[in-house]
């Protein structure tokens, strides 16, 4: 299984960028095999920003889910992707 | 200083409004004259303008008032107003998200009448309102009976 992390934010804002990379490097450090992270502009994708339920960026949604509507700290970030790696890894040996 | 009127009329707006932004805590007077009017300064006028424009964007009383703090707290720059910008036209693209939705379910509801006079009981508006219908895409049970109960 492999997760999508979409980092939204509006441009021009620096603290945010700073931060972003933070949580990029965490999301990363499980493998560029299982994580892909994706910027996303709100102000181009803002469609799929309000479908989503981005209200106040910088927020994060993980496989199209809006997980956490401010930014949390790398390693929050880290635990949540890491559970849901190991709790997608039982599932499959439990089907198998 | 100006009096409340001379500021109403350099502004475009009311003397009701004026005193309705000071209730809302959006501006306030200068001072009093020695008769008890209020009195005010230019800064009055600009910063009725500012609110009538900030109106106009969609911005409530409630993010008028944020933006008016901002634009006089030392330590708030560009970014602040930017971020506030941006979460007000996420707040209006999800309204207008909602209306469009809305205004779809009004068409599907609009085209089932065949406006063939029927009685209310047959109506088919009233029909799908009442099984749900309108929320529903692609069905559009026009010339169907809608199963009200007479």
């Known amino acids: 299984m492999k997760l999508l992390v979409e980092a939204f934010s509006a441009p021009g804002c620096s603290k945010c960028a700073q931060t972003r990379e933070a949580l990029k490097s965490a999301a990363e450090s499980l493998g560029k095999d299982r994580v892909t992270w994706r910027d996303v502009n709100v102000l181009e994708e803002i469609d799929y920003a309000v479908e989503l339920g981005v209200m106040t960026p910088p927020s994060i949604a993980i496989n199209g889910e809006l997980v956490f509507p401010a930014l949390p700290k790398p390693e929050r970030l880290r635990a949540e992707l890491a559970r849901r790696l190991d709790r997608a890894a039982a599932n499959s040996s439990i089907e198998r | ?150």
């Open chain 2, 1 to 150: 200083m100006l009096t409340i009127g001379k500021v109403a009329e350099r502004a475009q707006v009311t003397a009701d409004s004026i005193r309705f932004y000071e209730r809302e805590g959006l501006i306030r007077p200068a001072g009093k004259s020695e008769s008890g009017y209020r009195l005010y300064t230019e800064e009055a006028i600009r910063r009725i303008e500012f609110i009538k424009q900030a109106q106009e964007c969609g911005f409530s009383l409630a993010d008028i008032r944020e933006l008016l703090e901002l634009r006089s707290t030392d330590s708030a720059c560009c970014d602040d107003i930017y971020r506030v910008s941006v979460e007000k036209k996420l707040q209006l693209e999800r309204k207008i998200k909602a209306l469009n939705a809305m205004s779809q379910a009004l068409t599907r509801l609009i085209d089932m009448c065949s406006h063939d006079r029927k009685s209310l009981d047959e109506c088919p508006i009233l029909g799908a309102l009442e099984a749900g219908l309108a929320k529903q895409p692609g069905k559009s049970p026009k010339n169907q009976s809608t199963g009200r109960s007479k």
